[in-house]
C-alpha cells in the first residue's frame, strides 16, 4: 500500500468556499440550489463530485451515459457526497470532421474549466469513445482534482447473418471485397444493421477500447471496468461503485499528483503495447503524460514495445475474437494478471490499494485470447519507432497489423498532395502504380488535416486489388484508426505542412522502409534534398478565425502528443477568486 490516506475536514473541501462560509455569495450559491428543490442536508459539508458527461445524441458510442450518470449519481449519493452533471463536449468519433482529434484538446480544456470554475471537490469521467478518455485524463490531470474514469465500454459483437462483425475492421475489409467485386452492392448494404448493435464504444481492439484499457492500467479506473461491455447489466454496477468510491477519494484527498508516478504511465504503455493497441495511443499517452508532468517520448514506446510480447488475440491483430469474447476470457484484470511481470505493481490505483493488490485472484477463461506469455500473438509488442531522413522527429508503423514481407522494403513513391488528390487519381487506370510502389499522402498531419485525420490506411488502387494486392507500403503525417491494418507508416514528424521531408518527396524517389532497423530514409541525394527544402512555400493559411485557427497557432506535432503548447504542464493555475 502506498501513503496511508488522509482525511480532510469539511471546511477543507473545495466547494466549502461556496457553500459553507457565511456571506453575501454563499447566500446566493446556497440559495440557488434550494431553487431546484434541494434542501441544504443534500449539500452542505459533503464533497461536490462534477460528473463530466461526454453524452450527446450523436455520441452514439455513449448513449447509454444519459442513465450512467444517474447510476453516478446514486453512488455518490449513497457514499454522502453531493452530484452535480456537468455536460461537456462530446467528441464523436463518427460524426465530427475533418477529424474529431480537431476536438480533443477542445475537451481537454472545457474538462479542465467546467471542474475549476464550479465548486467541485473530485470528478467522474464519462467517456470511451476514442478521443474521450484521452481529452478527460487530460483535462482531470490539469485540474488536479481526485478523479475516477467510467469507460463506456464496448458494444456487443457484430452480426450478420450468422457471422462476427468487427467495428471498422469489417468495414475496411468488405468495403475492399466490394471494390474487388467479391460481395454485392445489396450485400453490403444489409451489413449496416449487423456491425453496431448496441450502444457502447467500437468493439475491436481499436483505439477506443486501448485507450480505456491504458486509463485502467494508469490506476485511474475501478479493476476491471474498462472492458466490461456497455450493455452488460456489470456496467451500471460499476458506474454506481465509482460514484461510491469518488467521494472516498476527495476525503481521502487522492489527487493524481498524489496517485499517479512514472511507474504508471509506463503500465499504461506496457499495456497497450501487450494489448496490441491502437497507434493513436501514442500522440494521447504521450500527451496525458505530460499533462501530469511525466515524461514520455517515442523512443520509450520502442523500447517497451521491444519488450512486451502481444498477448490479446483480439482483431484487428488476431483474426477472430472481439471485446465481448476479451470480458468473458477474464477481460482487463486477468489481461493485466497475466502481464504482471511487465508491470509495476506497486503503482497506486483509484482504489486506494496498489495494482497488484487490486489484480490478486485475477483468472483467464480462456487462454486463445488472453495468451500465455510463452505463446503469445506476437513476440514483440504492436508498434515500430521509425526515423530517418524521411522522419527526422519520428514515424510509427503498427508492425503486427502489417504484412510482414513489406517490413523491410524499397519502392518508387507514388505521391498525393492531399486527400483530395488521392480520392481523384486513386482508382484511375492511368495510375502509374505497382504492389512495389509506396503510396505517400501529404496534408494530412496535426496542421494539415487539420487535427491529424485517419486517413493514413490509404485504399489500395483498385487496379491493384483486382489483380489481389491486399497490402502495400503507405506514408504519410495522418493517423489511422485503431480498427485499420496493413503496411502503414503513420505520424511522420515534422509533418508536410511545416514543410518536413514529407514535403519534399517526388514520384519516382525510392523510400526504404526497414522496420528490423527501425528506419525509413528518402533515397536522394542530401544536396538534392536541401534544394528542394530551399525551393518549398508553404501552403496558404485556410483558417484565419476560431478554434481551428487556434489550434493550428498552439498544436503540438504528433512526436509530441499534439497537445496544445499552452496548455502543458506549466505553473499551475490559481484557484478562481469569488467574489
Ligand atoms: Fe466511438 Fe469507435 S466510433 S469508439
Ligand atoms: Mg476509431
Same mark, same amino acid.
Given at each position: #500500500?502506498?501513503?496511508?490516506?488522509?482525511?480532510?475536514?469539511?471546511?477543507?473541501?473545495?466547494?466549502?468556499?461556496?457553500? $459553507?462560509?457565511?456571506?453575501?455569495?454563499? %447566500?446566493?450559491?446556497?440559495?440557488?440550489?434550494?431553487?431546484?428543490?434541494?434542501?441544504?442536508?443534500?449539500?452542505? $459539508?459533503?464533497?461536490?463530485?462534477?460528473?463530466?458527461?461526454?453524452?450527446?445524441?450523436?455520441?452514439?458510442?455513449?448513449?447509454?451515459?444519459?442513465?450512467?450518470?444517474?447510476?453516478?449519481?446514486?453512488?455518490?449519493?449513497?457514499?454522502?457526497?453531493? *452530484?452535480?452533471?456537468?455536460?461537456?463536449?462530446?467528441?464523436?468519433?463518427?460524426?465530427?470532421?475533418?477529424?474529431? #482529434?480537431?476536438?480533443? =484538446?477542445?475537451?481537454?480544456?472545457?474538462?479542465?474549466?467546467?471542474?475549476?470554475?464550479?465548486?467541485?471537490?473530485?470528478?467522474?469521467?464519462?467517456?470511451?469513445?476514442?478521443?474521450? *478518455?484521452?481529452?478527460?485524463?487530460?483535462?482531470?490531470?490539469?485540474?488536479?482534482?481526485?478523479?475516477?474514469?467510467?469507460?463506456?465500454?464496448?458494444?456487443?459483437? $457484430?452480426?450478420?447473418?450468422?457471422?462476427?462483425?468487427?467495428?471498422?475492421?469489417?468495414?475496411?475489409?468488405?468495403?475492399?471485397?466490394?471494390?474487388?467485386?467479391?460481395?454485392?452492392?445489396?450485400?453490403?448494404?444489409?451489413?449496416? +444493421?449487423?456491425?453496431?448493435?448496441?450502444?457502447?464504444?467500437?468493439?475491436?481492439?481499436?483505439?477506443?477500447?486501448?485507450? #480505456?484499457?491504458?486509463?485502467?492500467?494508469?490506476?485511474? /479506473?475501478?479493476?476491471?471496468?474498462?472492458?466490461?461491455?456497455?450493455?452488460?447489466?456489470?456496467?451500471?454496477?460499476?458506474?454506481?461503485? /465509482?460514484?461510491?468510491?469518488?467521494?472516498?477519494?476527495?476525503?481521502?484527498?487522492?489527487?493524481?499528483?498524489?496517485?499517479?508516478?512514472?511507474?504508471?504511465?509506463?503500465?499504461?504503455?506496457?499495456?497497450?503495447?501487450?494489448?496490441?493497441?491502437? +497507434?493513436?495511443?501514442?500522440?494521447?499517452?504521450?500527451?496525458?503524460?505530460?499533462?501530469?508532468?511525466?515524461?514520455?517520448?517515442?523512443?520509450? %514506446?520502442?523500447?517497451?514495445?521491444?519488450?512486451?510480447?502481444?498477448?490479446?488475440?483480439?482483431?484487428?491483430?488476431?483474426?477472430?475474437?472481439?471485446?465481448?469474447?476479451?470480458?468473458?476470457?477474464?477481460?482487463?484484470?486477468?489481461?493485466?494478471?497475466?502481464?504482471?511481470?511487465?508491470?509495476?505493481?506497486?503503482?497506486?490505483?483509484?482504489?486506494?490499494?496498489?495494482?497488484?493488490?487490486?489484480?490478486?485472484?485475477?483468472?483467464?477463461? =480462456? @487462454?486463445?485470447?488472453?495468451?500465455?506469455?510463452?505463446?503469445?500473438?506476437?513476440? @514483440?509488442?504492436?508498434?515500430?519507432?521509425?526515423?530517418?531522413?524521411?522522419?527526422?522527429?519520428?514515424?510509427?508503423?503498427?508492425?503486427?497489423?502489417?504484412?510482414?514481407?513489406?517490413?523491410?522494403?524499397?519502392?518508387?513513391?507514388?505521391?498525393?498532395?492531399?486527400?483530395?488528390?488521392? =480520392?481523384?487519381?486513386?482508382?484511375?487506370?492511368?495510375?502509374?502504380?505497382?504492389?512495389?510502389?509506396?503510396?505517400?499522402?501529404?496534408?494530412?498531419?496535426?496542421?494539415?488535416?487539420?487535427?491529424?485525420?485517419?486517413?493514413?490506411?490509404?485504399?489500395?488502387?483498385?487496379?491493384?486489388?483486382?489483380?489481389?494486392?491486399?497490402? #502495400?507500403?503507405?506514408?504519410?503525417?495522418?493517423?489511422?484508426?485503431?480498427?485499420?491494418?496493413?503496411?502503414?507508416?503513420?505520424?511522420?514528424? *515534422?509533418?508536410?505542412?511545416?514543410?518536413?521531408?514529407?514535403?519534399?518527396?517526388?514520384?519516382?524517389?525510392?523510400?526504404?522502409?526497414?522496420?528490423? =532497423?527501425?528506419?525509413?530514409?528518402?533515397?536522394?541525394?542530401?544536396?538534392?534534398?536541401?534544394?528542394?527544402?530551399?525551393?518549398?512555400?508553404?501552403?496558404?493559411?485556410?483558417?484565419?478565425? $476560431?478554434? +481551428?485557427?487556434?489550434?493550428?497557432?498552439?498544436?503540438?506535432?504528433?512526436?509530441?502528443? /499534439?497537445?496544445?503548447?499552452?496548455? @502543458?504542464?506549466?505553473?499551475?493555475?490559481?484557484?478562481?477568486?469569488?467574489?
Amino acid at each position: #500500500m502506498g501513503d496511508q490516506p488522509r482525511r480532510k475536514t469539511a471546511e477543507q473541501l473545495r466547494s466549502h468556499r461556496w457553500f $459553507g462560509v457565511d456571506d453575501i455569495r454563499a %447566500f446566493g450559491h446556497r440559495s440557488r440550489l434550494l431553487q431546484t428543490g434541494l434542501s441544504e442536508q443534500d449539500f452542505r $459539508g459533503k464533497p461536490v463530485i462534477g460528473i463530466i458527461n461526454t453524452w450527446s445524441d450523436l455520441s452514439v458510442c455513449h448513449a447509454h451515459f444519459r442513465t450512467r450518470a444517474d447510476e453516478v449519481k446514486r453512488g455518490v449519493w449513497q457514499a454522502g457526497g453531493f *452530484p452535480v452533471e456537468l455536460p461537456a463536449h462530446p467528441v464523436t468519433e463518427q460524426y465530427q470532421k475533418p477529424s474529431s #482529434m480537431l476536438y480533443r =484538446n477542445l475537451l481537454a480544456m472545457e474538462t479542465e474549466e467546467l471542474a475549476r470554475s464550479h465548486p467541485c471537490d473530485g470528478l467522474v469521467l464519462l467517456g470511451g469513445c476514442d478521443k474521450t *478518455p484521452p481529452a478527460l485524463v487530460m483535462g482531470a490531470l490539469s485540474a488536479g482534482l481526485p478523479c475516477i474514469f467510467v469507460p463506456a465500454g464496448p458494444m456487443l459483437s $457484430g452480426n450478420w447473418h450468422g457471422k462476427k462483425l468487427g467495428s471498422g475492421s469489417d468495414v475496411w475489409k468488405y468495403h475492399a471485397e466490394l471494390r474487388a467485386g467479391n460481395i454485392s452492392q445489396a450485400q453490403w448494404k444489409d451489413m449496416e +444493421t449487423g456491425i453496431a448493435r448496441s450502444f457502447g464504444t467500437c468493439m475491436t481492439a481499436g483505439t477506443a477500447a486501448t485507450m #480505456m484499457l491504458a486509463v485502467e492500467a494508469m490506476g485511474l /479506473c475501478l479493476p476491471g471496468a474498462s472492458s466490461i461491455p456497455a450493455a452488460d447489466s456489470a456496467h451500471p454496477r460499476m458506474a454506481t461503485s /465509482c460514484g461510491r468510491r469518488i467521494v472516498d477519494m476527495v476525503w481521502e484527498d487522492e489527487t493524481p499528483a498524489r496517485l499517479l508516478t512514472q511507474a504508471s504511465i509506463d503500465n499504461a504503455v506496457t499495456a497497450t503495447m501487450a494489448f496490441g493497441g491502437s +497507434t493513436n495511443a501514442i500522440p494521447h499517452l504521450i500527451a496525458m503524460a505530460r499533462r501530469g508532468g511525466f515524461q514520455l517520448d517515442l523512443e520509450r %514506446f520502442d523500447a517497451i514495445s521491444r519488450r512486451v510480447p502481444l498477448i490479446a488475440n483480439l482483431r484487428p491483430n488476431g483474426d477472430t475474437f472481439l471485446m465481448e469474447d476479451f470480458f468473458y476470457a477474464g477481460g482487463a484484470r486477468a489481461f493485466l494478471a497475466r502481464l504482471a511481470p511487465y508491470l509495476d505493481l506497486n503503482a497506486r490505483t483509484v482504489t486506494g490499494a496498489t495494482l497488484g493488490e487490486n489484480l490478486e485472484g485475477a483468472e483467464i477463461y =480462456n @487462454e486463445e485470447i488472453i495468451r500465455p506469455l510463452d505463446r503469445p500473438l506476437q513476440a @514483440e509488442g504492436g508498434v515500430a519507432i521509425l526515423r530517418g531522413t524521411l522522419a527526422p522527429r519520428g514515424a510509427v508503423i503498427k508492425t503486427s497489423a502489417a504484412d510482414p514481407k513489406l517490413l523491410a522494403h524499397t519502392g518508387p513513391a507514388v505521391v498525393f498532395e492531399d486527400y483530395n488528390d488521392m =480520392n481523384a487519381r486513386l482508382d484511375d487506370p492511368a495510375l502509374e502504380v505497382t504492389a512495389d510502389s509506396v503510396l505517400v499522402l501529404r496534408q494530412a498531419g496535426p496542421q494539415g488535416g487539420p487535427g491529424m485525420p485517419e486517413w493514413g490506411m490509404m485504399p489500395i488502387p483498385k487496379k491493384l486489388l483486382k489483380q489481389g494486392v491486399r497490402d #502495400m507500403v503507405r506514408l504519410s503525417d495522418a493517423r489511422m484508426s485503431g480498427t485499420s491494418y496493413g503496411t502503414c507508416v503513420l505520424h511522420v514528424a *515534422p509533418e508536410s505542412h511545416v514543410g518536413g521531408p514529407l514535403a519534399l518527396v517526388r514520384n519516382g524517389d525510392l523510400i526504404r522502409l526497414d522496420v528490423p =532497423n527501425r528506419s525509413l530514409d528518402l533515397l536522394i541525394d542530401p544536396a538534392e534534398m536541401e534544394a528542394r527544402r530551399a525551393a518549398w512555400v508553404a501552403p496558404p493559411v485556410r483558417y484565419a478565425r $476560431g478554434w +481551428t485557427a487556434l489550434h493550428l497557432q498552439h498544436v503540438r506535432q504528433a512526436d509530441e502528443g /499534439c497537445d496544445f503548447d499552452f496548455l @502543458e504542464a506549466g505553473s499551475a493555475t490559481p484557484e478562481p477568486e469569488i467574489h
